[in-house]
């Protein structure tokens, strides 16, 4: 940042000599600073080498292809045992990615739900929203996950014994089995009727606000919109005779098998990570909420807005304004932390990758510097994706 | 601008005249100079690296460190312990953060060449079991198609476990992590139907269950797993002399020199006996310590059956038998077997 600061703009006047020129000067630093860095860096660098190479150690990603020869307790993508290491860390990704998608859905509904319960006039609501808040908040998100594993999910009954709700879903202290969809001959249809009418609803309130913006009235798009895409595949799905089957888990030998299986660690490390983060989304969203003064409200009113409308179209850009950054930072928090999954062995990027990889391969190098770059490399998406929406929402200032 | 640049210059030359790069030949006089051997131990466990109340440590594998620091030493308390995950254990060494690894560490081709290290012998020939619950009603590996194993995270065992179902086309289902006291708690709770290891650590784990009786491990047998003592690669003079201590207490057993006799085997008229104990000959000067390093290591550790007897024989709660096992000394039918000491 200082190096493109002290770039100047300003011309010096030209009967000062060449040294004292300003231009000349902050040039010449610059290269300084720079070769500097460089400089810095190709030492690290060679000297990580050479010492590795002193001491046996092998570096280098050779080892990529080779077979890892491992078991991955869950996977998203198909994995075997003979697959090789980058299989494994595409694997972890896949893990990391699930897991942070999934929770950061959670911990904005839960956020959102407890932020709004924060402003409650009704005492209780308020007081336990407040409670729940400052609890979840101030202890250590590790314990947290170590006490949902240990003191919820390993305490399930056994597979025998599990607890199963209309012979589809069952609980154990194996994890959370339920059906999984499986797509028959045609089902492609609805999917593809369902992106037309997604298609089709992006259009119908594109040409609603163009309509408003030009002649003032008002179309209801968005709950027309909500509705295309609801019957419009759910149409083409019964008369395609419903081209869908569940595969049903059932008890066989020591397991269910069949259907989608959440295994513990997955799911108390979900509720952790999402309960601990919505802690900080909840009060992201009261504070901006509460940062709209009561006048905005006041003002719609006694322009004739409808209370619904007063929310959505006064309130909430407003409120977005100061919601949106620091909640950007949560959602990178979230990602993270989910790098804790390793306490009780889901296989998420760390556990599978940077652990038993790196240990069963011995290349601490480039497994370190692969690992740093993908958490780099999602964070720095997220953060672009999200400061353009940001940008969007910002005060238009004329 | 030149104020900021002054720091940086100071600092980056600071960082340029500082070398990492250690001589390889000095392990043993840093230890010497530091008055203790840092040695790398495991999580505890009993019969291996077993951590009693008042916190001293003992098992078969803390001797290794004992009688290591008794033969510098003669005192085979001189030394630091350091308790380390599997998944640690080998990046922390390498780094130099402790002179040995004494943690049942499988001797594997890939971790002697690529990891910088090396392998100083063998103090227990093992081999990876399962644990199961008594009443589960398994008797054999072979019935474990679609189980959930527990497994540590990071160790041979995984590898093992994995080769195994697909060699006999059964699938499993791993539950792993790196810390063996969250699998056992997971294996005790139901989390898993068996819970695979060496099958040393299975009866020591098991010796400490509330209730031992109620597992049982499976008869068989799914790898070769010889656990012994990790040095450094490139400090031949160190791992010399941690293999000779070994070599030596297996030899002294061989030979009939014990905790209990060594003073009066001191006038013995075997040569063996006498070069053993450096009553003839000069092995110990070779391995940089004095040359009755031996009566030292003997008198405070004791021979190599004694250490097992102690720590995980049949009088302990572990039990392995030792007799008929391949822990037998060789003329016993076992493949324990200490080069000549000559």
Redesign the interface.
Known sequence: MAITESTSVRTSKPTSSFINNETVRSVFYQILTLACVLGLGWYLVSNTIENMSTRGMSAGFDFLDASAGFGISFTLIPYREGDSYFRVFQVGIANTLLVAAIGIVFATLIGLFVGLARMSSNWLIRTIARWYVEVLRNTPLLLQIIAWYFGVFTLLPRPRDSLGWGEMFFLNNRGFYFPAPVAGDGFGVTLAAFALALAGAAGLIWWARKRQEATGKHFPAISVGIAAVIALPLLVFLVSGRPLDWEIPALQGFNFRGGVNVPPSLAALILALSIYTSCFIAEIVRSGIQSVSHGQTEAARALGVKPSWTMRLIILPQALRVIIPPLISQYLNLTKNSSLAIAIGFPDLVSVWMNTSLNQSGRAIPIVAMTMAFYCIVSLTVSFAMNRYNQRILLKER | ??K??VP??AT?AA??SFS??AS?QQTLAQVKERGSLNCQVGLPTPGFYGLAADGTWSGMDVDVCRAVAAAIFDDPDKVQYQSVT???R??SL?NGESDMLSRTTTWTA??DT???LEFAGVNFYDGQGFLVPRDSGITSAKE?????VCVL???TT??N???Y??SNEME???????NVN?LV??YL???C?AYTNDKSGLAARRSAFPSPDDHVILPETISKEPLGPVV???DAQWGDLVRWVLYGQIEAEELGVSSENVDEMLASDNPGIKRLLGVEGNIGEGLGVSPDFMVRVLKHVGNYGEVYERNVGENTPIGIPRAGSLNAQWTDGGILYAMPFR
Do not use: C
């Open positions: 601008m030149l900021k640049i940086v210059a980056l960082v340029l990492t790069t390889a599997s998944a640690v080998f990046t390498a890939v971790r690529q990891l910088g474990l198609d679609g189980a959930t995270s990071g160790t995984e590898l476990l994995a080769d179902f697909r499993f289902t791993p539950v792993t992590n790196e969250v708690e997971t709770g139901g989390g139907d450094r690669h490139g």
